[in-house]
């Protein structure tokens, strides 16, 4: 039994961050528990073929020390998987971390106690830590989701999730792979597999948008040049609403005729990144707008891919551009033309079970010697849920978000005093270049714990109003975007069976959201329970 000032949940980048400031700059006896043998959070878990990030680089890290941004060196336009948690491992060593993470523990249980104004913690190994603070750092997209498919466990052959991807190398050398699933994962990693094995099947539900990401090697006056413009860059992160090095333009696409605007698409799609999105400023606000960067990315794919047929069922979209998560990718088109790729559309011939030897589909049976399930998360609420967290009076979270989850700018709910979230439901978390977002949250929390600790109070909690008012906020910010055009999406919750539909991050954009937040610290939490 341990007690402590403050307990973090998460060994990746935001637990690290967070461990940082309470135990270095607050002075707080803190731990971090982490389930993983080692750090890195989602980076230490989606080790699968190709996993890459697709922001970049330079702008995929901490910005609140000049000097460790200035000493780690981003050699590739994108960090590849390993890369990021040689950085995560580089910020772990800078300021000792490790001397206060636990590995191999799973949390299973953690209840408050009011009387002692506790945190109860306990783990699979049983061990019970005891602590004023308790931080969830479990990250937004850690939860996976493999499907309930009949007879998944039926299967001989070898069945892997890319979320929980083992250490050892999987051998696809003259292989018959089995695919389900086409999103920001399943576009990463079937190019690299479709390298090696001797067949590729694809079974895509839903086509997703891709644009080449067009990842290089950076140049050494590149690398100086972000290195030096780090107090520009730092500021501009702030500045854009998700957090990425581009802003929106003025210009909508109907500024100019067919031919300018398709030429300006054009430059966008050479140029990669998530920034063809902002090639005009109505892309992601209106419909018809949309519509022409669907045209663009349609006529893309039907020039890359040579079977007519599988590019039919490529553009077969049925959401607008951006209401999912776009994704970039490194030859996910060019893949197609392959002679050991074959690319099966579920929406016509679905999958009906999972058989010993493979994938059985309305008009198939595929023999297969792997599956690789890259289907995803139980997206932003699965991996707090599954601390099987207890509140005030009994209350369990689980129950209390049975409707949709109910925070306070995604950082606090009621009836769970001094639990904090980091990018948790209802902030912009997953919506923006995950670290800056990171960053701002562990600042907040800092400051707030701060203002707990130095007017010797004993506990925070948002209120209900709080609460539901910060849901009609995040209700009438969506209004203003397309995101619930989409028929089916993991930021909705769509994709976990019995999971409540409601639209999951803040979609309001970071700087709004950071000005919001500033107020509350500012006006000394007010709106909040002070205890
Ligand atoms: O998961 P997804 P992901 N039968 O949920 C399909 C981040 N990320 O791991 O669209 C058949 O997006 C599903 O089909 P549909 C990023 O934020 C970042 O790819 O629901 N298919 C879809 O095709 C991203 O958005 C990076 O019809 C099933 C796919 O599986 C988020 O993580 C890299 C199915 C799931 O796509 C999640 O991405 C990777 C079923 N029963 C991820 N169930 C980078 O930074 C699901 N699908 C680069």
Redesign the pocket.
């Given at each position: 039994m341990k007690y402590l000032d403050a307990l973090i949940i998460g060994a990746g980048f935001s637990g690290l961050y967070q461990l940082h400031c309470l135990r270095d700059k607050l002075k707080l006896n803190t731990l971090v528990l982490e389930e993983g043998d080692d750090l890195g959070g989602t980076w230490y878990w989606?080790r699968y073929p190709g996993?890459?990030?697709?922001?970049e680089s330079f702008t995929y890290g901490f910005t609140f020390s000049k000097k460790i941004f200035k000493k780690w060196t981003w050699k590739e336009r994108y960090p590849k998987q390993k890369v990021i948690l040689k950085y995560l491992k580089y910020f772990s060593k800078e300021y000792n971390l490790k001397k206060n993470i636990v590995f191999k523990q799973k949390v299973i249980s953690t209840q408050y106690f009011e009387k002692e104004n506790l945190w109860k913690i306990k783990t699979n190994n049983m061990k019970i830590y005891f602590a004023k603070y308790l931080i969830c750092a479990v990250g937004s997209?850690s939860s996976i989701?493999l499907?309930a498919?009949k007879g998944i466990n039926q299967f001989k052959g070898q069945l892997h999730h890319?979320?929980r991807w083992p250490k050892k190398n999987i051998n696809f050398k003259n292989k018959i792979v089995g695919q389900?699933?086409?999103?920001?994962?399943?576009i990463?990693i079937a190019p690299e597999i479709a390298k090696k094995a001797k067949k590729l099947i694809l079974?895509?539900?839903?086509p997703?948008f891709s644009i080449p990401a067009r990842n290089r090697k950076l140049s050494n006056t590149n690398i100086k040049n972000y290195k030096k413009n780090f107090n520009k860059l730092r500021s501009f992160l702030k500045r854009t609403p998700g957090g990425h090095p581009f802003e929106f333009p003025k210009k909508s696409a109907f500024d100019f005729d067919e031919a300018k605007r398709n030429l300006m698409y054009e430059k966008s799609w050479q140029y990669g990144t998530l920034s063809f999105r902002a090639t005009f400023n109505d892309i992601v606000k209106t419909i018809k707008a949309n519509k022409t960067a669907v045209k663009f990315i349609e006529n893309k794919i039907y020039s890359t891919v040579k079977n007519r047929e599988y590019a039919k069922i490529l553009t077969s979209f049925d959401h607008p551009f951006t209401a999912?998560?776009p994704?970039?990718n490194t030859n996910y088109y060019e893949m197609f033309n392959k002679k050991n790729v074959e690319l099966v559309n579920?929406k016509e011939n679905p999958?009906v079970k999972i058989t010993k030897k493979g994938i059985k589909t309305k008009k198939n049976e595929y023999t297969l010697d792997k599956i690789i399930f890259?289907?995803?998360?139980d997206?932003l609420t699965g991996s707090i849920e599954k601390l099987n967290i207890t509140g005030k009076k009994g209350i369990k979270l689980t129950k209390y978000w049975k409707s949709g989850p109910k925070s306070f700018l995604g950082l606090l709910v009621p009836n769970f005093p001094n639990m904090f979230i980091i990018s948790g439901p209802g902030s912009p978390s997953?919506l923006t270049n995950v670290p800056v977002q990171i960053e701002q949250h562990v600042e907040w929390i800092t400051k707030c714990i701060k203002f707990l600790e130095n007017n010797k109070r004993q506990s925070i909690e948002s209120t209900n109003e709080a609460a539901k008012k910060w849901q009609k906020e995040i209700t009438s910010s969506v209004k203003k975007t397309l995101f619930m055009k989409a028929k089916?999406s993991?930021y909705k919750g769509d994709?976990i069976p019995g999971k409540s539909k409601s639209f999951l991050p803040y979609p309001g954009g970071m700087p709004k959201y950071r000005k919001v937040c500033l107020k509350v610290e500012k006006t000394n939490y007010k709106e909040l329970k002070i205890i």
């Open positions: 989606n996993a890459r990030c697709d922001s997209l989701n499907p498919i890319s979320g389900v699933g086409t999103g920001s994962t399943g990463q079974f895509q539900r839903s997703n999912k998560r994704t970039l579920l999958i890259a289907t995803g998360f997206a997953v089916s993991w994709n």
